[in-house]
Structure formats: C-alpha cells, structure tokens
C-alpha cells in the first residue's frame, strides 16, 4: 500500500467518515507545509499522555499537569450535587449538557450505545462499571438516575435496556427517571440547544 493509501484507509476509520472523504483529507494533507503535518502529528502523539479517562465518570480529561488527581473537574468539584447521577452516551453529550448550564449532579459516561438487535449489550457499554458506581454511590446519598439518552430508536432501546437491569438491582429506593420529550424525537444531546436541554431536564420523569 502506498503512503496516500494507507493514510486514507486511517481516515475511512474516523466516525462518520467514507472513503470519498479520507481521500480529501490526505490532500488536503499534502496542500499543506511539513511544519503544519509535523505539528498535527505531534499533537496526535501526544493525545494519550495528557489526556486521561477519569476514574468516576470515564469522560476523557485533559490532565494539564496533574499527576496527583485520576478525577476530572467536575468530579473533584465539592459543589456538585451528588445525590444525582447523570448517565449519558458520550462525552459529547455530557458537554452539551454542561454547556446549558443546567444539571449540577455528577455524570457517567457509557462509552456508547446499544443496538436495538445486538446479542451482547453488555459488550457495548461500559456496563459493569456503571453497576459499580451505582452501588458505590448508592450508599453515599444517591438519591436519582437520569438516563440522558438520546431521542432516536437506538437511545431509547438504550435506556430500556438500564432500566430493566437497574429498576430490579435499585428496589425502588433511587429514583430513575429519563429526559423530558423538549429534546424532539429523532434529535442527538450532541445538537440539542442549551434552552432545550434545560427544558427536557426540568421536565424529567
Ligand atoms: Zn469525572
């Protein structure tokens, strides 16, 4: 394989990216100065060393020199309510929401989603970690789950799917409850606005 090859074949792999697209990119590439490629190389070299997954929430942070915390800003946080747990997708989706303003409890993040036919759910999220945390944080004050999920066939199927683990391993003793329909059916957290995603949270249940 020759170097625009196999650069291109690199690209195909990034979410939402076909091949026509990969192929745009390494032209774009090479339209560009050395110092340029060298510098996004770098920048991608070092992805992995500053940038860690927290050990509460498992969203991506940046470390900014911290050797001393495995805890993200918001987990560290001492204001934050923690008698509420937001459990959400992705980390893009956590940003949205932190972006409106308008939830103050802590967050986890599942890592993904799972398909309406999949044989292994469990495989696709990060599943047993979240039944940990629930039942670390279940005997710290946990008062409410939300489940955060996305408004489309496959966020929904997500949500039914922890819900049926979570309602029988809770006994009724926290609370779950699930975005208000604010967020329009078919619509991702990732592109909700920030007036709707308060709306949804405030109209929970
Ligand atoms: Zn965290």
């Given at each position: 394989m020759t170097t625009i090859e196999k650069l291109t074949e690199l690209f195909k792999?990034?979410?939402?990216?076909g091949p026509r697209q990969a192929h745009r990119f390494v032209y774009y590439l090479l339209t560009r100065s050395q110092q340029h490629n060298d510098d996004l190389a770098k920048l991608i070299g070092l992805l992995r060393t500053t940038v860690t997954e927290c050990t509460a929430c498992h969203r991506f942070f940046e470390m900014e020199g911290r050797i001393d915390t495995q805890l993200c800003d918001i987990d560290r946080?001492?204001?934050?309510?923690?008698?509420l747990l937001m459990v959400v997708s992705r980390d893009v989706d956590l940003e949205s929401v932190e972006k409106s303003g308008a939830y103050k409890g802590l967050y986890f993040v599942l890592g993904g989603s799972v398909p309406i036919l999949t044989e292994k759910p469990e495989e696709r999220i990060r599943q047993k970690e979240l039944l940990e945390t629930i039942r670390q944080r279940a005997a710290n004050g946990l008062r409410e789950i939300i489940l955060?999920?996305?408004?489309t066939p496959e966020g929904d199927h997500t949500a039914d799917y922890l819900a049926q683990i979570l309602v029988p391993m809770l006994g009724g003793g926290i609370k779950i409850s699930r975005l208000g329909r604010g967020v329009s059916t078919g619509s991702e957290l990732e592109y909700s606005d920030s007036d709707t995603l308060r709306f949804a949270l405030q109209n929970r249940g």
């Open positions: 792999k990034f979410p939402g990216i946080d001492p204001h934050r309510d923690r008698t955060a999920m996305n408004v």
